[in-house]
């Protein structure tokens, strides 16, 4: 199992930006791709982006491509959503996520581990 911290969430304006940070713990040789979704209150959880731990191209949801960044640091076993332009639609908790083995990278479910959480507000 793989234990998955996040940070970096709050409330910004509208315009603004925030960066995201989960840091993965355990079992993290058995990380295959890791990812970040969103739900908001009364919505199904979203995927938001990813990328496979081995340095394939990013994927991104329509809705955020051109403003968020989904970056990592291979050393701290660490993976950063850079969040620009942010609109009031993103308010939702983010959740980062790991797979550990190949399926879809869109559908929450293909997912094993997951974190807590961080909310994210953006609001005037």
């Known amino acids: 199992q793989v234990q998955l911290v996040e940070s970096g969430g709050g409330l910004v304006q509208p315009g603004g930006s925030l960066r995201l940070t989960c840091a993965a713990s355990?079992?993290?040789?058995?990380?295959?791709?890791m990812g970040w979704f969103r739900q908001a209150p009364g919505k199904e959880r979203e995927f938001v982006a990813a990328?496979?731990?081995?340095?394939?191209?990013?994927l991104y949801a329509d809705s955020v491509k051109g403003r968020f960044t989904i970056s990592r640091d291979n050393d701290k076993n660490t993976v950063y959503l850079q969040m620009n332009n942010l609109k009031p639609e993103d308010t939702a908790n983010y959740f980062c996520?790991?797979?550990?083995?190949?399926?879809?990278?869109?559908?929450?479910?293909?997912?094993?581990?997951w974190g807590q959480g961080t909310q994210v507000t953006v609001s005037s």
């Open positions: 355990g079992r993290t040789f058995s990380i295959y791709a």
């Open positions: 990328f496979t731990w081995s340095g394939s191209l990013p």
């Open positions: 996520a790991v797979k550990r083995s190949t399926g879809s990278y869109y559908q929450s479910r293909t997912y094993d581990d």
